[in-house]
């Protein structure tokens, strides 16, 4: 008989415990573990990209035309600041895949204090790599590098910004339309 119980294809599911757990409090469980939520968000957090333009919470909109319909425009994001970037100097390479960033770009790096340890580089509509050249310069600066398609970089800006400070971390983002 013991041994038929054990066996038995009808199982009763008893609740020794309790929990507080339900669908309905779903959020608040979460709110609890977000480490973030109390912090300070940079002032040039990314609010929303869209297919020509990136849009940040503090209303600033950055617009780019279309190509081949003028010149490209970028975001600089420094120390809290949002400067639109003209992307005259900028050269794609090898069918698009590689970034040269003009040197224009980089001087301006090269002259802010404090520097950024680390550049968050969204390059456009899909992923692309920094030329030997950029990446030349900005070591020379002693700023890494962290590169990905520019809805990727901003989630990333975003995420680093809040975590240590603005003015340890910059980004450059290309267009979304690029």
């Known amino acids: 008989m013991h041994f038929r119980r054990l066996l038995h294809t009808t199982a009763r599911v008893s609740r020794h415990y309790t929990t507080t757990f339900k669908a309905s409090n779903l959020g608040q469980n979460l709110a609890k573990y977000d480490i973030y939520a109390l912090a300070d968000k940079p002032e040039n957090?990314?609010?929303?990209?869209?297919?020509?333009?990136?849009?940040?919470?503090?209303?600033?909109?950055?617009?780019?035309?279309?190509?081949?319909?003028?010149?490209?425009?970028?975001?600089?994001?420094?120390?809290?600041?949002?400067?639109?970037?003209?992307?005259?100097?900028?050269?794609?390479?090898?069918?698009?895949?590689?970034?040269?960033?003009?040197?224009?770009?980089?001087?301006?790096?090269?002259?802010?204090?404090?520097?950024?340890?680390?550049?968050?580089?969204?390059?456009?509509?899909?992923?692309?790599?920094?030329?030997?050249?950029?990446k030349e310069r900005l070591s020379q600066l002693g700023i890494r590098v962290e590169t990905g398609d520019t809805r990727s970089s901003a989630l990333s800006y975003d995420l680093l910004a809040t975590e240590r400070s603005p003015a340890l971390v910059a980004s450059i983002m290309l267009p979304p339309n690029l």
């Open 45 to 134: 957090n990314v609010e929303m990209i869209s297919d020509d333009s990136i849009v940040f919470s503090n209303l600033k909109v950055v617009r780019s035309p279309a190509p081949g319909q003028g010149q490209p425009v970028g975001a600089l994001l420094l120390n809290n600041q949002i400067f639109e970037l003209s992307l005259e100097g900028i050269e794609l390479q090898h069918n698009g895949v590689v970034v040269e960033l003009g040197e224009a770009v980089t001087d301006v790096l090269g002259l802010v204090y404090p520097k950024p340890e680390l550049l968050v580089a969204g390059l456009g509509k899909r992923t692309r790599m920094l030329g030997p050249k950029t």
